[in-house]
């Protein structure tokens, strides 16, 4: 049997150091909490290289005595908490002890503090939990942190942490949510030496919401402040016009603590239930205050996750407190009588398309059994055998026969439309009925999935351009992704600040709302899926097709329908749109017949 032995100092602090300090952020997250328990009104967080080589967090709390600092770094020695009995009413952010003794553990750290009564500050280093000095200097009231060269004492550590750009958009997201917990409190984040975002610590969150996320939503916002039994629920919520397709906007706090709790989510996502479309989430900064000894923090080294001690009750709170507050609105978007006048755009050298193309191709459709193909002229065989066939699916029985081949073209009959989107076709015994928007959209996405391989993609000059605010997260989603939004004919520049400027669009979608199917495109980018990054960019091209398709209740000639089909019909699988919604279904004339009682 192998010996038991008692672990050094060493390796029990680079064990605990590994449950509670993951990557960058984590440290970042540690430190404002400090800052934040030691009663500051200003934090400054700046890092270099995703935090990676520099982090350092300056706040103007109360600082720490000389006689405390050595204590400060020891594992389990906090300030904030004296027994066990005092973990059922914590009301810091902070109460473990692990904080600074993990950090010093795997990294190389100089702390530069000094209280209000004393006259000059201390400057103390230490270096893998060894000490390395400590000087008296003279700095202003407040505390001061430097960590440099995380996990240099931990390789592997080290090496699976992810890009300095990952890394730092990690904790651009983690303030900018500090931030949010806090109006309170001025933060400043600073990364790679330019102000990322500067918050007045004034109280007001609609401010804090226009600084973070943009005009475009701050002006969406509703007031929530309820209060109930052991519970009071304060913040904002979105206007479902604000809605994302990810949670990424989903803010929530308990006690002032960011934390991550599906019971929170899901409560406040039932709560729009009724008010969102499906796979959509809504945006929302709320605090829930709840009393000490109803909700557990001590769950886990991190302290994101917490327990409620009657959470069917809460859950039903929160999202009843959501359902009332946006039954109170007026939802009904507001459309202005005049509007004031837009510059038109420039006209460009690319021709803008009608709505569909007057050219198409129809490709004879040969039946596999060798008795239809003998009644074809032989050169007509030729050409069928250099054309892609179609794979004849159940329902479109239509295709045993080769509709729309070079000697069939004139034998259909478009007889009309009905409820503005179906158009209705005799073609020998059958009634086909297509869905204008659903055949549309399949022509669409093919269209653009062939030039987005071959990047052949045609674009159109936005003038003046659209003008996109981002949150730090689609900011790295964008550097990250940048090629694949110029491979679908996105050209994007920097507009300052947190804002983009999209100059081209494709050609295909011009008009269709670019701003929103360019967000879509980076919600999707910025959720952690498990499918591939290119599966996900043809989803999006997808539902970018869908909403330039033509819609129904819309119109078309018949010359348009004839085009379209014909465009149709060229694709390897024509029977479908890309959500597997069937654009063509059939109706013999015997079933017909049947349902008259001609045949019994």
Not at 33 to 50: F, L, R, S, Y
Not at 273 to 297: G, R
Not at 333 to 341: I, Q, Y
Request: with cysteine.
């Amino acid at each position: 049997m192998a010996k038991i032995e008692i672990l050094s100092e060493e390796t029990i602090d680079k064990i605990a150091a590994g449950e509670v300090i993951e990557r960058p952020s984590s440290v970042v997250k540690e430190l404002v909490e400090n800052a934040i328990d030691a009663k500051a009104t200003a934090v400054t967080v700046e890092i270099k290289e995703g935090g990676i080589t520099f982090i350092r967090v300056t706040d103007n709390g109360e600082g720490i005595e000389k006689s405390q600092i050595k204590n400060a770094f020891c594992r389990h020695a906090t300030s904030k908490l004296h027994d066990a009995s005092e973990l059922s009413a914590i009301e810091t952010l902070g109460f473990r002890g692990e904080a600074l003794s993990s950090i010093a553990a795997v990294s190389q750290v100089e702390l530069i503090t000094k209280t209000k009564s004393e006259l000059t500050g201390v400057r103390y280093t230490i270096e893998g939990a060894s000490e390395k000095g400590m000087e008296e200097v003279g700095v202003p009231t407040g505390t001061t942190i430097l960590v440099k060269n995380l996990f240099f004492n931990t390789p592997v550590r080290r090496k699976f942490l992810k890009s300095p750009i990952t890394e730092g958009s990690y904790i651009y997201e983690l303030c900018e949510r500090m931030a949010l917990s806090k109006p309170d409190v001025s933060f400043r984040f600073i990364q790679n030496g330019q102000v990322k975002f500067h918050t007045s610590g004034n109280g007001d969150i609609s401010e804090l919401v226009y600084r973070i996320y943009g005009k475009d939503i701050a002006k969406e916002l509703i007031p929530v402040n309820q209060k109930g039994k052991d519970i009071f629920i304060h913040g904002v919520i979105g206007k479902p016009s604000v809605c994302r397709s990810n949670r990424n906007f989903e803010n929530y706090f308990v006690n002032g603590r960011y934390i991550k709790s599906s019971l929170i989510s899901k409560a406040v996502e039932e709560g729009y239930d009724a008010h969102l479309m499906q796979h959509k989430f809504p945006f929302f900064i709320l605090n829930i205050d709840v009393s000490p000894e109803n909700v557990d923090v001590n769950v886990h080294p991190t302290k994101m996750d917490v327990r409620f001690s009657n959470g069917e009750y809460f859950y039903d709170y929160i999202s009843s407190c959501i359902s009332t507050f946006l039954k109170m609105q007026e939802l009904i978007p507001k459309v202005a009588l005049t509007e004031e006048k837009k510059e038109e755009p420039v006209p460009v050298s690319v021709k803008v398309p009608e709505p569909f193309e007057e050219k198409r191709n129809i490709i004879g459709l040969i039946k596999e059994n060798e008795s239809a193909r003998s009644t074809l002229p032989q050169n007509n065989i030729i050409k069928a055998n250099q054309a892609v066939y179609v794979k004849q699916p159940e329902q479109m029985s239509l295709f045993d026969t080769p509709f729309l081949s070079k000697e069939a073209e004139y034998d259909y009959q478009i007889l009309g439309q009905v409820f503005d989107t179906y158009w209705l076709i005799s073609y020998h015994d059958k009634l086909l009925i297509v869905d204008q928007h659903a055949a549309h959209e399949k022509v669409k996405y093919e269209r653009l999935v062939k030039h987005f391989k071959e990047k052949t993609l045609e674009t159109q000059t936005l003038n003046p351009p659209v003008i996109v605010s981002l949150s730090a997260k689609e900011q790295t989603v964008l550097e990250e992704y940048g090629q694949y939004f110029e491979n679908l004919g996105f050209t994007v520049e920097d507009f300052g600040s947190n804002e983009i400027a999209i100059r081209t669009v494709p050609l295909d979608l011009y008009g269709q709302n670019e701003k929103e199917m360019f967000l879509s495109l980076l919600d999707e980018l910025c959720s952690d899926m498990p499918r591939g990054r290119q599966e996900l960019i043809y989803e999006k091209i997808a539902s970018m097709s869908c909403k330039a398709a033509v819609k129904g209740n819309n119109r078309l000639s018949e010359e348009e329908v004839k085009a379209l089909i014909g465009e149709l019909m060229t694709l390897d699988n024509p029977y479908h749109c890309p959500h597997g919604r069937p654009t063509i279904i059939s109706m013999t004339k015997y079933e017909l017949e049947k349902k008259f009682k001609r045949i019994i």
